[in-house]
């Protein structure tokens, strides 16, 4: 291996780390501190009655994961969880709260509304099986914040043009 | 008595199904308009051109995967009918390109989106390429132009049905 190629090889090692905050690294146990210095601050912070707490980390707009850390009440991990995945969208049901909706799927790539049917509309972006890039849109009664419509929709990227 | 609600019955279906799916393959090149309001009734809507001809406009309804134009030349009869949700129309959506042009090449959407933080306005459209399937039109609200587009596929769900909508 030339000087070259090997220092391209040590640039790229930083980058693929810092694309990938290493949520792998976080075990249970590990203390908050470790947390935040392995993946740094949470985008929001969800506390529970019992003294723990859920810190969300949404990867998006251009990540299609957000990732929960729960924290017992001894500031310790209890667990990591990739939720934008059928295993929790599949939780969602009509009727669901918004807030409830928030707390398990994280916040939404982006929110939007419909004036014709009175509605707000939250959307994701997620990998299926690591391969299909999908979108989810959960549409909510703007009156009552309700969960009217989950849709899911595979993207298709060929721009109409046939592969 | 059973027999005569049978009788009755097939005697509703042929009219339902006419009401279901107006058959615009009766309309041909030299219709007159009334001929056309008789076949396929009126129009959801009209785009006038400056030479007198018409475009009427026959969406088809919220789930359905049809829109047709009706086009009526500067004489008053049907020059061509087509079926716009359709790639060969998608293709021609480019960016830059109005709201109206978009409405007058495929029609009324059956839905408008606004996402105040892109400043977007998303139109759609349900069609149908071998699986069903949903072409969006994505706006800059302000400017009202095309930015770009997007095809997305209907996803069956296998998983009882609980998020299907």
Redesign the interface.
């Known amino acids: 291996m030339n000087a070259t190629s090997s220092r391209a090889l040590l640039l790229l090692i930083p980058a693929l780390l810092s694309g990938c905050a290493s949520f792998s690294a976080i075990n249970p146990g590990a203390s908050s501190q470790q947390v935040e210095t392995l993946v740094g601050k949470p985008a929001s912070v969800w506390k529970n009655a019992d003294g723990s707490e859920v810190w969300e980390y949404p990867r998006g707009p251009l990540g299609v994961e957000t990732y929960m850390v729960t924290l017992g009440p001894d500031r310790a991990v209890r667990e990591v969880r990739q939720v934008l995945s059928e295993e929790y969208i599949s939780k969602l049901h009509v009727g669901m709260p918004r807030d409830e909706v928030r707390r398990l799927l994280g916040r939404p790539r982006d929110t939007g509304f419909s004036d014709l049917n009175d509605e707000e509309i939250w959307s994701w972006r997620y990998r299926e099986w690591g391969v299909r890039n999908m979108e989810l849109y959960a549409q909510f009664d703007r009156a009552t914040g309700a969960l009217k419509k989950i849709t899911r929709f595979q993207v298709d990227t060929s721009d109409g043009k046939r592969k | 008595m059973i027999a005569a609600l049978h009788r009755a019955a097939a005697l509703l279906a042929p009219t339902l199904l006419a009401a279901a799916c107006a058959n615009f393959s009766t309309i041909s090149p030299g219709d007159s308009a009334p001929t056309v309001e008789a076949r396929v009734g009126a129009p959801g809507a009209v785009w006038k051109n400056a030479d007198g001809s018409e475009v009427w406009e026959y969406p088809q309804g919220f789930y359905a995967v049809q829109t047709f134009m009706v086009a009526f030349g500067s004489d008053h009869v049907v020059h061509e009918v087509h079926q716009v949700l359709d790639?060969t129309y998608?293709?021609r959506i480019q960016p830059g390109m109005s709201r109206e042009d978009v409405r007058r090449l495929i029609g009324k959407p059956r839905?408008?989106?606004?996402?105040?933080?892109?400043d977007?306005e998303?139109w759609t459209w349900r069609y149908r390429d071998i699986n069903y399937?949903?072409f969006n039109v994505l706006f800059d609200r302000s400017g009202g132009m095309v930015r770009s587009?997007?095809?997305?596929?209907?996803?069956l769900?296998l998983?009882g049905g609980?998020?299907?909508?």
């Open positions: 790639e998608f293709s839905e408008i989106w606004y996402f105040p933080a892109r977007e998303t399937r949903l587009t997007l095809r997305l596929d209907e996803v769900l998983d609980r998020a299907k909508h």
